[in-house]
C-alpha cells in the first residue's frame, strides 16, 4: 500500500488524529455504559447489589483485557503490514485474530466453571452478597464469547482506518442494554423479575446483538481486509508478532483487575461499604479513561502506518497532538469529580456512608488525572512501536507495586483514606517512569540510525 495513497501517511496529523479518533471515543465511552448501567439499576436493590456487582467486576475487566490486548496485537500487525505494502500478511494477521478470539473465549468457560465461586468467596463472608455475585459472575464470564469476537472484529476495523463502525456497534449493545437492564433487573411488564441476574442477562444479550452484527457487516461487505479460512493453519511467526503487544497489553488492562483483587482484600478487613465505594470509582473513571482510551485506539494505527513507512516525523507530531488533547479530557475528569462528587454518587442513590466515603474518595483519586494522562499515551505509543514490554512497565509499576504496597503502608496511617492517596502518587511516578523510557527508546534508535548512515557513506 502506497503512502502517497493514504491518508495516515499524507493528512495533517491533528485533523487525522480527530478523525481517528472520535470514533473510537464515543464508542468507548459508550462502552464503559455497559457496567455502570448495571450498577445504577442495581443500586435500587441495596448496597448488597452494588457490591455484588463490584466484586464481578475485576473478572468482566479480566475478559474486555484479554479481548482488547489480542485485537490491539492484530491490530498493531496489520496496519504494520498496509505501512509497508504486504496486504496478504495482514489479511492472514486478521483471521488468526478471529480464531484465537475463540480459542481465548473456551478458556474462560472452562476457568470459569472450576474458579468462579472460590474467587469470589476470598472478599466476603456474606451468603447474600456471595449469592447475587455469583448469580451474576457465572452469566456474564460463561457467555463471554460475544464479548470478545465483537472485539476482535472491532480491532479488525479500526485497522483499516474505519472507526465509524466499531462505534456504531458499541452503540448498539448499549442501546440494547440500557433498555432491557430495567426489564429484567424489575420485572416489568411480562418480563420476570430476575434482580442481580436479569441485569447480567441484558448485558450478555447486548454484547451478542454486537457481535452478531459485526460478523454479518465484517463478511458480508468489501474490505480492505479479506477473511478467508480455507486452508488455515497457525504461523508461529505471525503468532509471536501478535502476542508480543497481546501479552503486554492484555497484563496493561488486566491489572485493574488484579489490583481492585487486592484493594478489595484489603478493604474486606475494614469495611465492605469500602467495596462498593472502590467498585462505583471504577466504573465511573471509565467515563474519564475511556475517552482517552479512544484516543489512543485512533493514535495507534497512525503510528504503527508512519513507523513502517519510516516517518518518524509524523509519529513524533502523533505523539504531541495526543498528549495535548488527553491533558484536556483528563483536566475535564478532575474538575467533574472534585465539583460534583455529590451528584455523581447520587445517581448510584448513595447516602450515608456510602455517600461520605464516596466523596472524599473521588477528590483524592482525582487529583491523579493530569499525570495519568502522560502514561496512558506513552503506553500506547510504546504498544503502535511493538514495544509492548516498555507499556506493560509503566502499568505494572503503577498498579501492582505503588498503589497496593503504598495502600498497605498509609492505611496504617490514614484509614481508608490513605489507599485513596496512593492512586495519584502511583499515576505521578507512572508518568516520570513512561517519559524515561521512551527517551530511552528514542536514543537507541537514533544511534542505531547514525550507524546506519555511517556505514551507507562508506560503501
Not at 452478597?129 to 457467555?143: E, F, G, P
Not at 485493574?256 to 472502590?278: C, H, K, Q, T
Amino acid at each position: 500500500m502506497d503512502t502517497i495513497a493514504n491518508p495516515m501517511g499524507t493528512k495533517k496529523v491533528f485533523p487525522l488524529l480527530i478523525s481517528m479518533a472520535v470514533p473510537p471515543m464515543i464508542s468507548m465511552m459508550i462502552q464503559s455504559l455497559y457496567n455502570i448501567v448495571d450498577s445504577m439499576f442495581a443500586a435500587r436493590l441495596g448496597v448488597n447489589a452494588i457490591t455484588a456487582i463490584s466484586l464481578a467486576y475485576p473478572l468482566q475487566n479480566l475478559i474486555l483485557s484479554v479481548g482488547v490486548g489480542l485485537g490491539v496485537g492484530v491490530n498493531a500487525c496489520i496496519a504494520m503490514s498496509h505501512g509497508t505494502g504486504d496486504t496478504k500478511r495482514a489479511d492472514q494477521a486478521a483471521v488468526h485474530g478471529l480464531v484465537l478470539a475463540g480459542l481465548h473465549a473456551l478458556v474462560f468457560i472452562a476457568s470459569g466453571l472450576m474458579g468462579i465461586r472460590a474467587y469470589l468467596g476470598m472478599f466476603t463472608k456474606d451468603p447474600e452478597v456471595l449469592a447475587l455475585s455469583s448469580q451474576y459472575t457465572y452469566i456474564v464470564v460463561l457467555l463471554s464469547a460475544g464479548s470478545l469476537v465483537h472485539i476482535s472484529i472491532e480491532k479488525i476495523f479500526q485497522a483499516m482506518g474505519n472507526m465509524r463502525v466499531p462505534m456504531f456497534l458499541q452503540g448498539m449493545g448499549a442501546l440494547i442494554n440500557i433498555i432491557l437492564d430495567p426489564l429484567f433487573i424489575f420485572g416489568w411488564g411480562i418480563f420476570p423479575k430476575m434482580g442481580v441476574a436479569g441485569a447480567a442477562i441484558a448485558t450478555v444479550i447486548g454484547q451478542w446483538s454486537a457481535c452478531l452484527l459485526a460478523v454479518f457487516l465484517l463478511f458480508r461487505r468489501e474490505h480492505t481486509i479479506h477473511i478467508r479460512f480455507g486452508g488455515f493453519a497457525f504461523d508461529r511467526e505471525l503468532l509471536k508478532k501478535i502476542y508480543m503487544v497481546a501479552v503486554p497489553s492484555a497484563i496493561t488492562m488486566s491489572l485493574p483487575s488484579i489490583l481492585i483483587s487486592i484493594l478489595n482484600g484489603i478493604l474486606a478487613g475494614i469495611s465492605e461499604v469500602g467495596i462498593a465505594v472502590l467498585g462505583i470509582y471504577f466504573k465511573v473513571q471509565t467515563f474519564i479513561y475511556m475517552p482517552s482510551n479512544g484516543l489512543i485506539q485512533g493514535m495507534r494505527p497512525i503510528i504503527s502506518f508512519n513507523c513502517g513507512a519510516g516517518r518518524d516525523d509524523r509519529v513524533k507530531e502523533t505523539i504531541r497532538d495526543s498528549l495535548l488533547v488527553t491533558g484536556g479530557i483528563m483536566a475535564a475528569g478532575t474538575v467533574l469529580f472534585v465539583v460534583f462528587p455529590v451528584q455523581i454518587m447520587g445517581l448510584f442513590h448513595a447516602g450515608g456512608t456510602l455517600l461520605k466515603m464516596g466523596i472524599m474518595a473521588f477528590r483524592i483519586i482525582s487529583i491523579g488525572f493530569l499525570f495519568s494522562a502522560v502514561g496512558v499515551v506513552y503506553s500506547g505509543v510504546f504498544e503502535a512501536l511493538g514495544k509492548g514490554s516498555a507499556s506493560l512497565a509503566v502499568s505494572t509499576l503503577r498498579q501492582f507495586f505503588i498503589i497496593p504496597v503504598l495502600s498497605l503502608f498509609l492505611v496504617s496511617r490514614m484509614g481508608i483514606n490513605g489507599i485513596w492517596a496512593s492512586f495519584p502518587a502511583a499515576e505521578a511516578a507512572a508518568a516520570l517512569a513512561a517519559v524515561l523510557l521512551y527517551r530511552k527508546y528514542s536514543y537507541k534508535k537514533k544511534k542505531t540510525e547514525d550507524i546506519q548512515n555511517a556505514v551507507r557513506r562508506r560503501q
